[in-house]
């Protein structure tokens, strides 16, 4: 009886930050990890989050894809980070989009998270 009694809240406990811990694992992106495998991956040659440069600014991209299909453009964003298609430049040329060194879905996933979860920005851009 002694137990019984002591042990409820004990579980009620662990389920309660189980839980919690589940569920913020699920949605939360790491983003010193996103941003050193930008750094990394030579992606801010080319981006800022908050600057155009020769591509857009990540919170921009973000902006551009805020009322699309959440899953679909994660996916299209991965696409577009490893397949090499053509990314038109503001001088008008293109060429092949720099395609990312690590293979890891998982943290390509995590990069593309990151740049989505961006606030503040504006699409078209304005920079
Ligand atoms: C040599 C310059 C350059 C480098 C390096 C570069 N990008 Fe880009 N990126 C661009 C340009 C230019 C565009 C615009 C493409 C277009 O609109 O056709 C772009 C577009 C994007 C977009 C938006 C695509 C869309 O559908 O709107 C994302 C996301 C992106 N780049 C991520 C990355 C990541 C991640 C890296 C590093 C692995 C990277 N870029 C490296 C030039 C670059």
New binding site residues.
Partial sequence: MYVKISMKPLLVAVAVAFGMSLSTGALAVDADAALSL?RQ???L???SVDKHK???A?RD?AA??KDKDHAETVK??IN??TSGE?????DGH??E????KVKDLAQQTN??EW?LSLPGGVWPEKD
Avoid: M, Q, R, T
Avoid at 86 to 90: G, N, Q
């Fill in positions: 930008a991956n030579g992606c040659k080319c981006h020769d591509g857009p990540y991209v551009k894809y299209k964003l577009h980070i053509k990314a038109k430049f503001p293109e060429e989009h720099k395609i990312i990069l593309i740049v």
